[in-house]
């Protein structure tokens, strides 16, 4: 079947920060989607691209620096090119550093794929005083060559009627033989100096001979690469950022859920008493789905606002500066120094530091991170710690809570050794090779499609899972296990949910916790950490009681599992909750990312390893304390 039959496919290759990801999202707008690479967890962002009369699918690879895989990232990049399924490469040159992208442009002609040159940063590369001629570079390289710039639109027309053209009429590179393969390529090293030698002479073909200019760029690196000065500066950018996903985005969570469980729960109970609906039914639709749906809604503000800031960190050029600052930090894990920024998020909400973890260029560093960010412990476990300080260290409440942040540490620190000694002994840091662009502004166009792009991937797949799973536990609340009661209308402790908590309480009994309201209040946090307390609440029938007295009836309680150790009890139930299953949201983000299997074996490991840490700290403390 020729390429006209049939929905052409166009690859989108480039090295890492060069405009190639702006480019797509301005060239598909919203008719895009994220997908993973076939038997892969490398996500590509596919989108629909109108190339002069016809819609081609516009492939956007992971940034490579080479074809040579060193990754499963860059293993995906090489494939795809190698795949005769793909029609034609577009790649896209960085005219700041123009010989890295022709080395990359060379390796893709070399496997015998047709091309089109785009050249982005020419506006940067003006600046500096090595502005490419466009013409002398496509008469070197024998191919289409159009400027373009992915934030202004500038270029977009024409780089679709010459990939239209070069549907129609194949474009290979000249000086390059296409029949070699990869293989030789990596092999033989004279094909390698072959290569070399022709990026020297396409590029001094096409870039004037003069030495480049100091810009702002420049002066800004001489200061913010320093260590006693770009640390400082990396940590005001990640306050600022962690002030984003909590001060900012808390009023907007707050509107979302008030949305639904306010004016939108009033009509939906208004309408189904109009339409003489069983109590079952508007309990499911209210307290079940509609709960679920608000939990979804109350995260989007979150993620959009963590997507955009990323994004610009990212566009910027700043997020490159970020990673050789904090690179040193992070070698012991097996990763590189952008592993800091989703860590340090998720001291906010695991939620949107998951997906912060795209900053991460290989897909098994992503995994190391995704797996550790549910240790980092959340805004939503502050007040549980904050009811348990104040009601069993009164006197040392804030140093409690400061300890439980340091245990945080600890317990990424030490899971992510474990992790690189078992399951993931292939993760290792290896040079950081990362180009600093100069800084720039990206344009809020593209970073909108992106951010709406990412939002509604995630209220798609991870929203799906969140919604079932507040109906499930909405099921098990609903339904008697035993008394003559009705559903919906049955007492907490008398429901599947308050059996089920009952049966799971005496595993709690070598944390000094043996009580179904406090094994209830921790299967309750499952779906949002923040419901731990008003499930204790509810369990001891104090509903719109205030914390004092909650917190006199969880001491009396915890006085008596503990057998007289209450302090060492209330440790091990601090601990347990930082570490034992992340909630809902944080479970279906890692199932989007990473697949059922990772999701499932990290829980596994987390709530075997909670529980005992919090066996070990309660049988110890209760020695001393």
């Not at 090489?78 to 992208?101: E, K, Y």
């Not at 945080?408 to 050794?417: C, K, R, T």
């Amino acid at each position: 079947m020729t390429a006209q039959a049939r929905t052409a496919s166009v690859l989108l290759v480039g090295n890492p920060n060069v405009g190639k990801s702006t480019a797509f999202n301005y060239l598909t707008r919203a008719r895009q989607r994220v997908v993973n690479a076939p038997g892969t967890t490398v996500e590509l962002a596919e989108g629909t691209w109108r190339a002069g009369e016809a819609d081609v699918t516009l492939v956007d690879l992971p940034g490579t620096y080479s074809l040579i895989a060193r990754s499963p990232d860059e293993q995906v990049a090489a494939d795809a090119v190698a795949d005769p399924a793909h029609d034609l490469a577009v790649v896209v040159l960085d005219a700041t550093a123009l010989s890295r992208g022709l080395y990359l442009l060379g390796q893709v002609a070399t496997a015998g794929r047709p091309v089109v040159a785009a050249v982005t940063m020419a506006d940067l590369a003006a600046a500096r005083g090595l502005r490419p001629d466009i013409g002398g570079l496509a008469s070197a390289l024998g191919v289409p060559v159009v400027e373009i710039n992915g934030r202004t639109g500038l270029g977009a027309q024409e780089l679709a009627e010459a990939v239209r053209a070069a549907l129609d009429v194949p474009a290979h590179v000249a000086g390059i033989d296409p029949h070699s393969h990869n293989d030789s390529l990596h092999d033989n090293l004279a094909c390698a100096q072959n290569l070399f030698d022709w990026v020297e002479r396409v590029a001094d073909a096409a870039v004037p001979a003069t030495p480049p200019r100091r810009n702002l760029t420049d002066k800004l690196d001489a200061v913010l690469l320093r260590p006693w000065l770009g640390i400082p500066a990396f940590l005001a950018v990640v306050w600022a950022v962690f002030q984003l996903t909590t001060v900012v985005a808390a009023p907007l969570m707050d509107g979302a859920a008030w949305l639904v469980s306010g004016p939108l729960a009033s009509a939906v109970t208004s309408f189904l008493d109009l339409a003489r609906a069983p109590a079952w039914l508007a309990s499911l639709a209210v307290d079940g789905l509609l709960s679920g749906v608000g939990t979804v809604l109350s995260f989007l503000p979150l993620m959009a606002i963590m997507f955009a800031a990323v994004s610009v960190l990212e566009g910027s050029g700043y997020l490159a500066r970020v990673a050789v600052v904090a690179d040193r930090a992070m070698r012991r894990l097996g990763l590189d120094g952008r592993a800091m920024l989703p860590l340090i998020v998720g001291f906010g909400c695991n939620v949107p530091a998951l997906s912060a973890t795209a900053v991460l260029p290989h897909a098994r560093q992503r995994l190391l991170t995704g797996l550790l960010v549910p240790l980092t412990t959340c805004t939503a476990r502050l007040a549980v710690y904050l009811l348990l300080a104040h009601t069993f260290f009164p006197g040392q409440a804030g140093t409690v809570v400061f300890l439980m942040y340091v245990a945080s540490i600890v317990l990424v620190v030490g899971w992510g050794l474990i992790a690189r000694r078992t399951v993931l002994r292939d993760v290792v840091a290896g040079p950081l090779v990362v180009a600093l662009p100069d800084y720039q502004l990206p344009h809020p166009r593209a970073l909108a499609v992106g951010v709406w792009t990412r939002v509604s991937s995630f209220a798609r797949k991870a929203g799906s899972v969140i919604v079932m799973a507040v109906v499930i536990l909405w099921v098990a609340q609903a339904i008697p296990a035993r008394g003559g009661y009705t559903p919906t209308e049955v007492p907490v402790g008398d429901s599947v949910y308050g059996v089920v908590s009952a049966s799971v309480s005496p595993a709690l009994a070598p944390m000094g916790l043996d009580d179904w309201r406090i094994s209830a209040s921790l299967i309750s946090g499952i779906a949002a950490k923040e419901v731990v307390i008003g499930a204790l609440a509810q369990a001891y029938s104090l509903d719109g009681a205030d914390d004092a007295s909650l917190g006199d009836q969880l001491r009396s309680t915890v006085d008596e599992t503990s057998g007289g150790h209450p302090g060492a009890a209330a440790l091990a139930l601090m601990i347990f909750t930082l570490s034992y299953l992340p909630c809902f949201a944080t479970l279906a983000e890692q199932r989007r990312l990473y697949g059922w299997r990772w999701t499932a074996g990290s829980a596994g490991a987390q709530l075997v390893g909670a529980y005992l840490m919090a066996v070990a700290v309660f049988q110890v403390g209760r020695l001393i304390l």
